[in-house]
Nanobody
Framework: QVQLVESGGGLVQAGGSLRLSCAAS????????AGWFRQVPGKEREFVAA???????NYPDSGKGRFTISRDNAKKTVYLKMNSLKPEDAAVYYC????????????????WGQGTQVTVSS
């Protein structure tokens, strides 16, 4: 069992930055892949970034260069640093974990957090 709690969301002006955190509980966190997703009401959930337990990362083309995922296994925490935010980045951001980075990228995650709202003003 892994429980995930996101934090760090909020209101930011376009061009600004935010760092989201995802605190995990559970003994197996250090061996699972993790990722971030986002969803806007009425739209499908979108993959944002993923990371293996060793730190290898994967991003969709739309997120490369502005978003950076990282993790601290000792603290059981995954981070998402978001720079140069745009109004279209506004969404609820979810943290999730899965057995492999491939599973996470595909949205086949075993555990999900409750989400944290990110709002970007223009």
């Amino acid at each position: 069992q892994v429980q995930l709690v996101e934090s760090g969301g909020g209101l930011v002006q376009a061009g600004g930055s935010l760092r989201l955190s995802c605190a995990a509980s559970g003994r197996t966190f250090s061996r699972v892949a993790a990722g971030w997703f986002r969803q806007v009401p009425g739209k499908e959930r979108e993959f944002v970034a993923a990371i293996t337990w060793r730190g290898d990362t994967n991003y969709p083309d739309s997120g490369k260069g502005r978003f950076t995922i990282s993790r601290d296994n000792a603290k059981k925490t995954v981070y998402l640093k978001m720079n140069s935010l745009k109004p279209e980045d506004a969404a609820v951001y979810y943290c999730a974990v899965g057995d492999t980075i491939g599973a996470v990228v595909g949205g086949r995650c075993d555990y999900w957090g409750q989400g944290t709202q990110v709002t970007v003003s223009s």
